[in-house]
């Protein structure tokens, strides 16, 4: 089987298996773990930021994020198609009490225009703005990444009404690599950042959630809140720390393992993906011109031994991860193309 459906497949390499058993077995709840505090250190260092928290998700990472930056009532701004909207099982507002408002946008970035005309203060008639948030690479935009100029352009407007900023990095080190920048640059544009290192970079569990010290603080109160005390994490942040310090470069190989994806299928039909717009590890495919849909699809696919995700009814989602070569990337291509008919 050629899995495609996410890189939060990919397995613990040798070393981190290793690495898991010499871990410490402190309790991160009581007096802390010292392997969990190395992870929360090297993630601080890396974006930049004062202070960190390990948490068992990235969905935990956000929920916590809202929490810990915002009043219970007011309004988070973020883009229409965010995880955290359209995956995430409406915690903003189920367990968060928020309300959300919904920025149009392109290739997962919001429009500033719009996002300035919803952004406002608190008045007898409406909430008010409590927090903006990103997200980057962006999963519903194929994995696109929002150029720096935005993320600016957003926290300048956001920091100008007061408002606080949060990015879903999910994927953080996926744009890190096709951008050519070092996390810091990326989270220099947000009060707090969250990355997982579970996905591409291949550790088991875990995100890190990143901010200044008083946020953080406040955020590993919310984490208890919301049942996130890990307790002996030590193994699980042993994984972590090689997956930062070992595992980040080699995104490069997915990126160009999903453009060849995307120019295979490109060949086979150019409405099926654009491979300019891939640039990073996933892949977003339109079935539109098929004769089937996108269940139909991955049931068939799957019985020639490719598992992809159907996206939305007529889109296939394709993720590249460190499983995957170019001899698998080649199959999935075939395979794809023996099942094409035009609708
Ligand atoms: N995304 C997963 C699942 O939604 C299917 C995936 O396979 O892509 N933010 C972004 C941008 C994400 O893509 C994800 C996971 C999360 C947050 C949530 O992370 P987890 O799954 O660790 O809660």
Redesign the pocket.
Same mark, same amino acid.
């Given at each position: 089987m050629i899995d495609l459906?996410?890189?939060?497949i990919t397995r613990p390499t040798e070393a981190m298996l290793e690495s898991m058993r010499e871990a410490s077995y402190g309790d991160d709840s009581r007096d802390g773990d010292e392997t969990v505090m190395q992870l929360e250190a090297l993630a601080a260092e890396r974006t930049g930021k004062a202070a960190g928290a390990f948490m068992?998700? +990235?969905?935990?990472?956000?929920l916590v994020a809202v929490l810990a930056h915002a009043q219970r009532g007011g309004e988070v701004l973020l883009e229409a198609s965010?995880?955290?909207l359209v995956?995430?099982i409406g915690g903003i507002a189920g367990l968060a009490s928020m309300f959300h408002r919904a920025v149009p946008g392109k290739r997962g970035a919001m429009d500033v225009d719009a996002l300035r005309e919803k952004i406002r203060p608190m008045t007898r008639n409406n909430l008010g703005t409590a927090l903006v948030c990103m997200?980057t690479?962006?999963?519903?935009a194929g994995g696109a990444v929002l150029p720096l100029a935005h993320m600016k352009a957003v926290n300048t407007l956001a920091h100008e009404h007061g408002v606080p900023v949060h990015t879903?990095?999910?994927?953080l080190f996926n744009a890190v690599v096709a951008l050519g920048v070092d996390a810091k640059q990326i989270a220099q544009y947000t009060d707090s950042i969250?990355f997982?290192v579970?996905?591409g970079l291949s550790a088991p569990? +875990?995100?890190v959630l990143c901010g200044t010290e008083k946020f953080i603080e406040r955020a590993r109160t919310f984490r208890r809140m919301v049942g996130g005390n890990m307790r002996q994490a030590g193994p699980l942040a042993a994984a972590g720390i090689l997956a930062l310090n070992t595992m980040v470069d080699r995104l490069k190989d997915d990126h160009a393992a999903a453009k060849r994806l995307a120019e295979g299928l490109h060949r086979i039909d150019a409405s099926l993906v654009d491979p300019n717009d891939v640039e990073t590890n996933?892949v977003r495919v339109d079935l539109v011109a098929s004769k089937r849909n996108a269940a139909q699809w991955s049931a068939e696919l799957e019985r020639k031994g490719v598992r992809v995700?159907p996206a939305s009814a007529t889109t296939l989602?394709f993720?590249t991860q460190r499983h995957v070569g170019n001899t698998e990337v080649d199959y999935a291509i075939s395979a794809f193309s023996s099942l094409w008919q035009k609708g």
């Open positions: 459906r996410s890189d939060t068992p998700s +990235g969905t935990m990472t956000n965010a995880h955290i995956s995430e997200e690479s962006h999963n519903q879903d990095g999910a994927r969250g997982c579970s996905k569990v +875990g995100s996933l995700s989602r993720v």
